[in-house]
């Protein structure tokens, strides 16, 4: 089955400052990779997806790149605001079977 | 159109007793997928279920964990005799066909 990494675990910047999180993933018949942001005691929200047919795409703020031959993608977020602060998780999945698998998540800390 | 809803958002069971975990899934979805998270640890796929079938429970234990999700009604995860070990937060997500996850707010079981 798939299996997905994530790093780094924990991430901490500076407001202002660009983070990024990467993942890999194992089944090369992954073609849906999705972002999830959870916030303390709240449930995960997508921020932002990508499919298999894109190599990159972005939403202000937001940026998720895919490279399909080497099986990894990341996100990436600049001019990080003390809101960003959350644990980010990183998904894959086979569209038309609908599983998705998780990486273990990145915990990023803005600090003003 | 209300998003996905689990009840309760709370629930406390002694040892050995039953725990009922409820998730309604957004209007028009018919893929349901229950999730666990471990305090500080990232979300774990159970089992993903379509209208009156399981399509893949690979992520869920093999004894005391059972789920369904009827014609009618919402989906049910069910753990008998509940352990100390099974206190976590329990996460339902649903989808229409396509993958988009969209999570409901969660149930944190709590065993003691």
């Known amino acids: 089955g798939e299996n997905v990494e994530q790093h780094p675990s924990t991430l901490s910047v500076q407001e202002g400052d660009s983070a990024v999180i990467k993942c890999t993933y194992s089944?090369?018949?992954?073609?849906?990779f999705p972002w999830y942001k959870q916030e303390l005691g709240k449930r995960p929200q997508l921020i932002i997806d990508?499919?298999?047919?894109?190599g990159e795409k972005k939403d202000q703020r937001i940026a998720v790149t895919l490279n399909k031959t080497a099986k990894h993608f990341s996100l990436h977020i600049t001019e990080t605001q003390p809101e960003d602060s959350a644990v980010y998780f990183c998904?894959?999945?086979?569209?038309?079977?609908?599983?998705?698998?998780f990486g273990a998540g990145t915990r990023l800390t803005v600090k003003p | 159109n209300a998003g996905v809803m689990q009840n309760p958002r709370h629930l406390v069971r002694r040892r050995g007793q039953e725990a009922r975990l409820r998730c309604s899934p957004m209007?028009?979805?018919?893929?349901v997928y229950w999730y666990r998270q471990l305090p500080e640890e990232g979300l774990k796929f159970m089992v993903y279920?379509?209208?009156?079938?399981?399509?893949?429970e690979s992520g869920m234990p093999k004894e005391r964990f059972s789920a369904e999700f009827p014609k009618e009604g919402p989906s049910i995860l069910r753990i008998q005799q509940v352990v100390r070990g099974d206190s976590a937060a329990y996460f339902c997500?649903?989808?229409?066909?396509?993958?988009?996850?969209?999570f409901g707010p969660g149930t944190r079981l709590t065993v003691t």
């Open positions: 997500a649903s989808s229409p066909r396509g993958a988009e996850q969209y």
């Open positions: 998904a894959a999945s086979i569209t038309l079977q609908d599983d998705m698998r």
């Open positions: 990508i499919r298999s047919n894109v």
């Open positions: 209007k028009g979805h018919s893929h």
């Open positions: 279920l379509q209208k009156e079938n399981i399509i893949d």
């Open positions: 089944d090369s018949a992954s073609n849906y």
